[in-house]
């Protein structure tokens, strides 16, 4: 007997709706209006008034001046009337388009400033942000879109105001032409407001494909401008040319392109079947009321004036609801660029800054940092890259933390200085936690310098004393001298006034690694910090040299509490205390001495690494000989 199985079909996922922006496009207008108002500069949309009272007066002067000219000749009226009409309506045609150019003129100027102060908003929010929004792949995408919508004169921060004059233009224009129709049957106009809608509901589903297809057309976007950034990276050109990444670049590149392509392709067959709709939708309008139009001057129901002026009003009429409609295509267009904007300066904040509990260092006073049963994963991991830790930095102690490459040390780190707050647990600073506290005060409890620490494209003094004003020179020369940089710094001809950052200033001097590690020294001296952390910022410099820098911060910084991150276990021996992190939790911990007599881990690797320096020493010792 045979038994057939019925399979059941694969069900295909369900394709996620696109995100509804946030504020709606009345929203976004109002909220333009009330920034312009904010910042003083009411004249943006009162101008945007008088531009609208300005074009309807022109229009409506257009639309008179043949029926009143046709008029006059109809009625037999004297010729110094007719010239008189006509200077009339000329003189009032120039008038307009005098005040119009003049009025148009100065707009220009305050919409400027209101797209800066979004721009100044924008940077402001991405200075000032809690750090692990950086990591947050929705923020970084709103702040590259934040930025392209301001970018520009004809972007919608800017040309929001011209869209706002046109839809107040509009709509007058509509109001007074529905009056001056009140002749033709409502059902024409009821055609005509049909087929006008249709256009609209067509026009706007195009002019939203962009926005709901945002994020397929975002990360094509992303890699190529990334690829593009990174062939103009100067610190990149060894390893393509080494490595013969070229080809490999390119090829990324053409696909992020192809793909762009491609895109914009499905959004040009989309705008076409929508011109189309409008296409056949104007044939059809027009041709209903022309003809009726025609069949009433036949018919012996308008005269040539009012003919003249019904035929220009109907055709204005058209052009009203459609501008109308097009307007709001237009703004809806725009809101969805400004709401974007919204978004991310409205994008929660982890952390407290200004509502916070104010905190400063007190010389006075010993700080002790603890982690209670802190556990961290990234958003979007499966698996946390720290579990459960437990762990105290007493006041004044040297604590060392070691650990394979993606231990967790960096993250520990992180969640030390506040860049992150836990997953779960808390960190507390003399028992309180740190997420009471203004994080950017609590910031100011550290010293550190990372793997990948900025050098700032300006002098020396300001590099050390990260700031460009009220600048402490003694401190910074004591600092810069205690760090071994003094004597370096003193025989260059500008001295601390010597620019680092060749990039941006012509005169800029480069350091060599060590030279580079002593300032990042004097920086952390300067500052002055309870707290001194170092993550692995020496990596880059062989062991000898690592042991000794780390030598150097041990002695510049007593009293202080300290973490030093390395891979080179021999580097932080002089520890008061080593934890090593292995499967994100710490294994082992204590002196160098007690975790060497205990042969676990540590002691395991510790031999390892010692054995490659001392083969390293022998093959240099045979060379040499």
Request: glycine share 4%.
């Amino acid at each position: 007997m045979v038994i057939f199985v019925k399979k059941d079909k694969e069900k295909k996922p369900k394709k996620e709706k696109p995100p509804k922006p946030k504020y709606n496009m009345w929203q976004n207008s109002w909220y333009m209006i009330k920034l312009a108002w904010s910042i003083k500069e009411k004249k943006v949309p009162l101008l945007c008034l008088a531009v609208t009272v300005l074009a309807v007066a022109s229009n409506l002067v257009n639309l008179y001046i043949s029926p009143a000219i046709l008029g006059a000749l109809e009625r037999k009226a004297s010729l110094t009337e007719l010239l008189l009409t006509i200077l009339l309506f000329v003189g009032g045609v120039m008038l307009l388009s005098a005040l119009t150019a003049y009025v148009n003129q100065n707009t220009m100027f305050g919409r400027i400033t209101v797209r800066c102060e979004l721009l100044a908003q924008i940077n402001d929010k991405a200075c000032h942000t809690s750090y692990s929004n950086l990591d947050d792949q929705r923020f970084s995408m709103l702040f590259s879109k934040s930025l392209n919508s301001i970018s520009g004169n004809q972007q919608a921060t800017e040309a929001i105001w011209n869209t706002l004059t046109s839809l107040w233009t509009n709509l007058i224009g509509f109001i007074i032409y529905l009056f001056l129709l009140s002749r033709i049957p409502i059902l024409l106009l009821c055609v005509i407001l049909a087929t006008t809608l249709l256009q609209y509901f067509a026009n706007r589903r195009v002019n939203g494909y962009a926005y709901r297809h945002r994020d397929e057309q975002a990360k094509p976007s992303r890699e190529t401008t990334y690829l593009n950034s990174i062939t103009l990276d100067w610190t990149a050109a060894k390893d393509i040319r080494i490595f013969g990444l070229r080809p490999w670049i390119e090829e990324l590149y053409q696909k992020g392109v192809d793909t762009l392509l491609a895109f914009s392709k499905k959004q040009n067959t989309v705008q076409l079947i929508a011109h189309a709709v409008n296409l056949v939708t104007a044939f059809l309008r027009n041709g209903i009321a022309y003809a009726y139009l025609i069949y009433m001057v036949v018919s012996g129901g308008l005269s040539v004036a009012e003919f003249l002026l019904l035929f220009t009003a109907v055709q204005g009429f058209t052009s009203w609801v459609s501008g109308i409609l097009d307007t709001f295509n237009t703004l809806y267009t725009q809101s969805l660029e400004i709401s974007t904007v919204r978004e991310y300066l409205d994008y929660s904040e982890p952390f407290t800054f200004d509502s916070g509990v104010p905190l400063s260092p007190e010389s006075e006073t010993n700080y002790e940092l603890k982690l209670e049963n802190v556990s961290f994963r990234y958003p979007g991991a499966e698996i946390d890259t720290l579990t459960n830790i437990n762990l105290t930095l007493h006041p004044g102690e040297k604590l060392a933390v070691v650990g394979l490459n993606g231990a967790g040390k960096t993250t520990l780190i992180k969640l030390m200085c506040g860049f992150y707050d836990p997953t779960e647990g808390r960190v507390l600073l003399n028992g309180i936690d740190i997420r009471t506290y203004n994080r950017a005060d609590y910031y100011s409890m550290f010293s550190a310098v990372f793997q990948n620490f900025s050098l700032l494209a300006a002098t020396i003094a300001v590099n050390i004393a990260q700031n460009d004003r009220e600048i402490n020179m003694d401190r910074v020369k004591a600092c810069a001298d205690k760090a071994g940089l003094l004597n370096k710094i003193e025989i260059l001809p500008d001295g601390f006034n010597t620019y680092l950052n060749r990039e941006v200033y012509d005169n800029a001097i480069m350091l060599s690694g060590g030279e580079t590690q002593r300032l990042m020294l004097a920086r952390a001296l300067y500052k002055d910090a309870p707290f001194v952390i170092l993550d692995e910022p020496t990596a880059a410099l062989d062991p000898i040299a690592e042991s000794e820098m780390y030598q150097k911060y041990n002695e510049m910084t007593k009293g202080k509490s300290s973490v030093y991150i390395s891979h080179r276990l021999a580097s932080t021996r002089f520890c008061d205390r080593i934890i090593y992190i292995e499967n994100s939790v710490i294994r082992e911990e204590g002196t160098h001495e007690e975790l060497i007599r205990r042969s676990g881990r540590y002691a395991e690797l510790f031999a390892v690494q010692s054995q490659y320096y001392q083969e390293g020493d022998k093959h240099h010792e045979e060379s040499a000989s």
